[in-house]
Structure formats: structure tokens, C-alpha cells
């Protein structure tokens, strides 16, 4: 089935230390979005891509980074992890160009900083 | 910010239906309402959308008022799998297509 897969579910890293998140579409979806979930909150969008293009949320900390090599491959970059980063992160994809199609979402990654 | 209200909590019984109502007094003319929903500790999934008109899926159905500033969710009979929180939204098509996620209702689902 298609589908958007990341990897992993689960992720620890250390105070500092630079981890990558990625996600993967079988879609073949146009737009890519991260969102960041922390605990009993709503997901809130850190970014997108636009195919190529790259939107960045005015609110979202230059700690963030993303890469999308690909159409089927996206990264979600934390340079310096702080321990208000510990969160859900979702990746999710849409096919705009046609009207309004739903975004489908990944399981998450769960993200633990020590 | 988001442009929907929702009550925090709603309890159903299993097997009756589930009535999730949504204020969004300030939605545009060309904004259409979503309804998305997640399960704990999975992604959110989307249920159906709509812009004036009623509109019926196999998930669900949705109503919206005729001035549009609110819309009620429903799910005709709710089962314990339905348990999760439901998040109103008002589509910003035109920046992309993202979602503002408000803060949703938590629908429990009791046998």
C-alpha cells in the first residue's frame, strides 16, 4: 500500500547532539510538510516543501533544518537539540495542484533528548 | 492562530452517535472546513472536508450552517476504535495547503 513511512519510531539523542529524522513517501506526493508535536498539544507545521521548493514557518527556530533530495525522501535536521525539542515529529504529504486532496500523516518519530 | 473553536473533551456511548461541534465565525468565503483526527501515539488521519454543502463519507458525516460559522462532525455510531482526538480545521489553501491545528475535542468512546 502506499504510504508515508519514517524512521525511527523512536529516537534518543543527547543534549546537543546533531540528529536527523527522515521520511519517506510512496506516493509520489509533491509536498512534504514537518510538523512538531510536543505533549498534549496540537501538531504545529515547522515547514514545507513545495516539490522543490522550501517554506519555512516564520516561527520555527533556525535550529531546524530540512532536505528533500528527492520526491520520495524528506530530512528533518535538529543541529543542536535542546531539551524543549523532546517531541513527536510528523511527517506528512499532499498533492496540491488539484483541489484540496487531504495530507496523509507517518506514525511519528518520538524524539527523547538526555 | 487557529481559526476554530472545539469543546476540550466529549464522551460517547458505544454503538450511539457522536456529535463534534466546531465554531469557526471567521472563516472566508473560499476556506473550506476539515476534520482530521488522531489515535494516541499516531499520526492524524484525515476524516472529510467540506465547504457549504453537507457532506457524507464512510467515516462520517458533515453538516455546516448555512452562514458557515460552525459545522458539527458525526459519527453515526461510535465504536471504542474511534477513541481519539478530533481537530476541526479551516484550510488556508492558498499557502500551501497547510493545516493550523487548533486544539481539538478528545472523544472518548465507553462501552
Known amino acids: 500500500d502506499a504510504m508515508v513511512i519514517q524512521n525511527p519510531r523512536y529516537q534518543v539523542t543527547q543534549f546537543g547532539k546533531p540528529v536527523t529524522l527522515s521520511c519517506s513517501q510512496t506516493?509520489?506526493?509533491?509536498?512534504m510538510y514537518w510538523y512538531q508535536q510536543k505533549s498534549s498539544q496540537a501538531p504545529k507545521l515547522l515547514f514545507h516543501y513545495y516539490d522543490k521548493d522550501f517554506n519555512n514557518e516564520a516561527d520555527t527556530p533556525d535550529n531546524f533544518q530540512s532536505r528533500r533530495p528527492n520526491t520520495s525522501f524528506c530530512f528533518l535536521d535538529i543541529r543542536s537539540p535542546g531539551l524543549g525539542d523532546a517531541a513527536m515529529y510528523l511527517c506528512?504529504?499532499?498533492?496540491?495542484?488539484?483541489?484540496?486532496?487531504?495530507?496523509?500523516f507517518g506514525p511519528g518519530t518520538r524524539l527523547t533528548v538526555t | 492562530d487557529a481559526k476554530t473553536t472545539q469543546p476540550p473533551s466529549m464522551d460517547c456511548a458505544e454503538g450511539r452517535a457522536a456529535n463534534l461541534p466546531c465554531n469557526h465565525s471567521t472563516i472566508s468565503g473560499n476556506e473550506y472546513v476539515y476534520w482530521y483526527r488522531q489515535i494516541h501515539s499516531q499520526g492524524p488521519q484525515y476524516i472529510i472536508h467540506?465547504?457549504?454543502n453537507n457532506e457524507t463519507n464512510e467515516m462520517a458525516s458533515l453538516i455546516i450552517t448555512e452562514d458557515r460559522k460552525s459545522s458539527t462532525l458525526i459519527l453515526p455510531h461510535a465504536t471504542l476504535r474511534d477513541t481519539a482526538v478530533y481537530y476541526c480545521i479551516v484550510r488556508v489553501y492558498n499557502q500551501g495547503g497547510k493545516l493550523i491545528f487548533g486544539q481539538g475535542t478528545e472523544l472518548s468512546v465507553k462501552p
Open positions: 467540506g465547504l457549504k
Open positions: 506528512a504529504t499532499s498533492r496540491e495542484g488539484l483541489p484540496l486532496n487531504e495530507q496523509y
Open positions: 506516493l509520489n506526493h509533491n509536498v
